[in-house]
DNA sequence: CCAGTATGGCGAACATGTTCGTCACGAACA
DNA sequence: TGTTCGTGACGAACATGTTCGCCATACTGG
């Protein structure tokens, strides 16, 4: 990058390795190849220090991943139109969608859950649209909780399937062992074999909010 | 551990390298100092081999890691008192507390499918519950996923906590952060801060259940 | 204006996962 | 019996995360 630069004390244009920078750093090379490049040393390199320095701003690979987030969660819009269970619908969406852009930070966030603003908007979003549906505060904390886990899962879950190249191995393993299920030793599987590898599509995920919805409004705490 | 041996040729009674002996031996490791300690040189060592070797028989770490939990998996015995609900509680909480005891399993089944003989005798019993439940095949299908997602990324993510020395920091993180939440710019988590930080125990993990199952008998599939 | 000190940056080290090229062994064949 | 071939084992190499201890810089006190 800078070949003639022998020590970077020579450019006082440098930002000074701030936790808010390495962070803004970090979303970059994300966008730019994913999170999978955004390493200690690689982010180190491009903010032209070395790896051991941004320990002191994070903890460690973990606590990067879930800042990255945070700061990708800030841009989910509370939305507008059509009544409260659709616009929880489309926030669902909007959260699980963003995850399965980049599984690693499904992963991340089941891990290391992220405490920034955009998760505490996130939530607070959740929060008055189930308070819209007249859902109990003590159940809404709760649910959304429940949702925002189911969601998570799911994209991590999902998200790795696509991920290297010879995933799709990997996800016929479980198919196959479904599929060729012995129906002495497995019955209920082998008669069900066709539902329980329906294709997690839209449809799918439009059921499991409704049965979380469902559940969470309908289930009294003890 | 053997030092007057040069080569290993020399000791016929070596079991030669088999996958199944490969999880056995991790699980064995597992059992003595925990899932953290399994890792591919460590094993190899165990074996008397070098670590390349066993990526003939296993595809990466984590899908030793998922042949390791379906090893545990096949310990979880269908319950047989009570009524089928009682019963569905009992495996649902057996697989919970298996995870519990080792986080990195759990985390683990998030990315790797288990698709082995115990994962499968596991989605039978639950199926049976749920059909003895007269709930209909295909929202059971989809049901039991759903079941499991959730069993799985509530350990995986509680698991994660009581791992580390400093975790409870990381837990405090989330913690203070909805505490001090500005009831100005997040007035719902500031409202309900109480109720979203109530402990996980018992009656959290059984509302849970009875949400899912509330939510899985009453939803019909599109 | 100079000396001393504290803070944070950073090189080097160790353990890990994963891959590649090579090698030794046993089996099949002439 | 001698040769060839294929399969599985394995040493070495590279990239990663994380920690330790040293050192330069900038500020503080005289």
């Known amino acids: 990058m800078t070949p003639p630069a022998p020590s970077r004390r020579e450019r006082p244009a440098k930002p000074a390795l701030t936790r808010d920078g390495i962070v803004a750093q970090a979303v970059g090379i994300m966008r730019a190849e994913g999170l999978e490049k955004v390493t200690m040393r690689r982010l180190a390199q491009e903010l032209d220090t070395g790896a051991a320095s941004l320990y002191v701003y994070v903890r460690n690979t973990a606590e990067l991943h879930a800042a990255v987030l945070d700061a990708l969660l800030a841009s989910i819009e509370a939305p507008t139109g059509g009544t409260w269970d659709e616009r929880l619908a489309a926030t669902f969406r909007a959260y699980i969608e963003l995850l399965h852009a980049h599984p690693s930070l499904a992963r991340s966030a089941l891990v290391t859950r992220p405490s920034g603003p955009g998760a505490l908007g996130l939530l607070d979003t959740l929060l008055a649209l189930l308070r819209e549906g007249d859902v109990p505060g003590d159940r809404a904390a709760w649910g959304v909780d429940l949702l925002l886990l189911v969601a998570t899962a799911s994209a991590a879950e999902h998200g790795t399937r696509d991920e290297t190249p010879g995933s799709a191995a990997e ?29 997690p599509g839209p449809d799918r995920l439009a059921w499991t909010l409704r049965v979380l919805v469902t559940g969470i409004t309908g289930t009294p705490r003890p």
């Open 171 to 199: 996800d016929e393993a479980l198919a196959a062992a479904v599929r060729g299920a012995d129906p002495a030793a497995h019955p209920h599987v082998a008669a069900l074999a066709t539902e329980l590898l329906a294709g």
